[in-house]
């Protein structure tokens, strides 16, 4: 059998995992636009669009966060919100939004609302290159006989690397999961990691609180940024500092290793408790899917069971892009065809 499939992308998948609660999403909103533009939307109105267009070719793209909000006078808008995860500032990403607004736009009717292009970067280097499409014709757009020609737009940077760490706020526990986001690619994280910890501890209420926490443990492992002990570490040490959440903290830290379920299995296995790990994952699994996605139905159970502990690690994994139990529904048909055709 072939290994387990990793996470492609674990910073996209972890972003989309956090801003599709929408008030966390509206607390993103509210915090991070310019004020002028946050004040003039109504942010009690935000709902969550599909991420994935189609082009005439027949072509995916994904895009990472599609917003659909209502004006607060008038009309409506959409925000499309890309996290920029590479180690240095890239041009091009003016380019990515282009072809996701042009793809959306595509698909509506005439007059076409506005859709506010958002790149939050949280990259160590900071973003220095200029944020206007018309900036990538370099000579061209600075001739005016050609510049009526060249399309043009300004997407809205969010720079983390800008933000002192006690400026990155927002409720639903935004302003931690944006301060694991800056420091993700530097060499303080493990150090920072106790107050991100700590941070949502207190944010939250403790069963949000334990699903976050979770959230993060993976998307560090899957980034290959934490080690397992490293974050049983940061667990201890946020526990200590934690006064009314030292309980919670050391609880979470004695029910789950949170950082790699793959690790854990293969220990257990070693010491010969494959079975009562394979529950372990099982229920672990079920209990993510029951947050994303609600009450599951009884013919979903049934298949969730029957899945081997490989595919349950996978589940696992990929639940964190699943929007809707359709998307639950496809994957367990995907396993089952994959099942069938190696039989």
């Given at each position: 059998m072939p290994g387990r499939k990793r996470v492609p992308n674990p910073h996209d998948a972890f972003f989309r995992r956090v801003l599709s609660d929408l008030p966390v999403a509206a607390e993103f909103l509210r915090h991070y636009l310019p004020p002028a533009v946050s004040a003039a939307l109504d942010l009690t109105t935000v709902q969550l669009e599909e991420t994935s267009f189609t082009d005439h070719k027949l072509r995916q793209h994904a895009a990472d966060l599609l917003f659909h909000v209502r004006l607060a006078k008038e009309g409506e808008a959409y925000i499309l919100v890309l996290l920029e995860h590479k180690s240095a500032p890239d041009e091009r990403v003016a380019l990515q939004v282009l072809r996701y607004a042009v793809l959306k736009w595509d698909?509506?009717?005439?007059?076409l609302p506005l859709i506010l292009p958002v790149v939050v970067y949280h990259g160590a280097i900071p973003w220095r290159i200029g944020r206007k499409l018309g900036g990538l014709f370099g000579k061209l757009y600075h001739e005016k006989i050609w510049r009526r020609y060249l399309p043009d737009f300004e997407y809205h940077l969010c720079d983390l690397s800008k933000f002192d760490d006690n400026e990155l706020q927002g409720g639903e526990g935004l302003g931690a999961v944006l301060k694991l986001l800056k420091h993700v690619f530097r060499p303080d994280l493990k150090e920072t990691l106790p107050?991100?910890?700590?941070?949502?501890?207190?944010?939250?209420?403790?069963?949000?609180?334990t699903e976050r926490l979770e959230t993060m443990a993976v998307y560090l492992g899957e980034a290959g940024k934490v080690s397992e002990d490293a974050f049983e570490e940061a667990l201890f040490k946020a526990s200590n500092a934690g006064g009314l959440m030292e309980t919670f903290l050391e609880r979470l830290g004695r029910r789950l290793n949170p950082i790699a379920v793959e690790?854990?299995?293969?220990?257990?296995?070693?010491?010969?408790?494959?079975?009562?790990?394979?529950?372990?994952v099982l229920e672990m699994t079920v209990a993510l899917l029951k947050r994303k996605l609600g009450k599951l139905n009884k013919r979903s159970m049934n298949k969730i069971q029957q899945l081997p502990i490989t595919e349950l690690k996978q589940l696992g994994m990929d639940l964190l892009d699943f929007q809707s139990r359709a998307d639950l529904d496809q994957w367990l048909e995907q396993q089952a065809q994959h099942t069938e055709h190696k039989d």
């Open positions: 698909r509506l009717s005439l007059p107050e991100v910890i700590l941070d949502t501890a207190v944010a939250l209420s403790e069963v949000k609180a690790a854990a299995t293969k220990e257990a296995m070693e010491r010969g408790m494959e079975r009562g790990m394979e529950q372990a």
